[in-house]
């Protein structure tokens, strides 16, 4: 199947710095990605759709200053938390549909970020 | 938008014998409806999904029915085992080629051996 990668698989910053979370896929074309955050047991809640060469969608509530998402190739999706505080701390997720693959509907998750800010 | 919601949220169970997640979405434009388990600190497992041209699929003994008429759909996992044990979440979407899932709130299945 499909694989997507992230990095890094864990990171650990310090209040008011800025941390950039990588999401590629490896072996396919995504023209469109998904970020997800995760709070300890709670579900996936998108934060916004990454697409290739134009700006990300942002769901009501989330910060497209402060969550900058960059889809700069086919391949990768950026995720750059600005000015982390502790709330932000959080397990991040992103997910890809396997453009005109042979399985339309799969997305295909990367192995997630986990985030703490002290 | 979307709108799923998940029952249980939490359900124990013996080994072998069954369980069974129930789901229900509010978007009738949905026509793909997964299930994911989940392991602590891992992302997100694909184990059976349905499209909404099928009204029931089974893999061993994972099986997924989906009644489109009243917008639910559920998991049914028969024989568990103690590695059942995890959260799993149902979720729907309209075009999921390139729109976004929508999660249920997840169910954490106990096993007990």
């Known amino acids: 199947g499909a694989v997507v990668s992230q990095h890094p698989s864990w990171v650990i910053c310090k209040s008011g710095t800025s941390v950039k979370i990588e999401c590629r896929s490896l072996?396919?074309?995504?023209?469109?990605m998904f970020w997800y955050r995760q709070f300890p047991k709670q579900s996936l809640m998108l934060m916004a759709t990454s697409n290739e060469g134009s700006k990300a969608t942002y769901e009501q509530g989330v910060e497209k200053d402060k969550f900058l998402i960059n889809h700069a190739s086919l391949t990768l999706s950026t995720l750059t938390v600005t000015s982390a505080h502790p709330e932000d701390s959080s397990f991040y997720i992103c997910s890809a549909p396997q453009t005109g693959g042979p399985s339309f509907y799969e997305q295909y998750f990367g192995p997630g970020t986990r985030l703490t800010v002290t | 938008g979307e709108n799923v919601e998940q029952h249980p949220s939490t359900l124990s169970v013996q080994e072998g014998d069954s369980a069974v997640i129930k789901c229900t979405y509010s978007?009738?434009?949905?026509?793909?409806f997964p299930w994911y388990k989940q392991e602590l600190g891992k992302r997100p497992q694909l184990i059976i999904d349905i499209r909404s041209n099928v009204g029931e699929k089974k893999d061993q003994r994972i099986a997924v029915t989906l009644n489109k008429t009243a917008k639910h759909f559920s998991l049914h996992i028969t024989e568990t085992q103690p590695e059942d044990s995890a959260v799993y979440f149902c979720a729907a979407s309209p075009n999921p080629g390139n729109t976004p899932l929508v999660f249920g709130k997840g169910t954490r299945l106990s096993v007990i051996a």
């Open positions: 072996d396919f074309q995504a023209t469109t």
């Open positions: 978007d009738s434009a949905s026509n793909y």
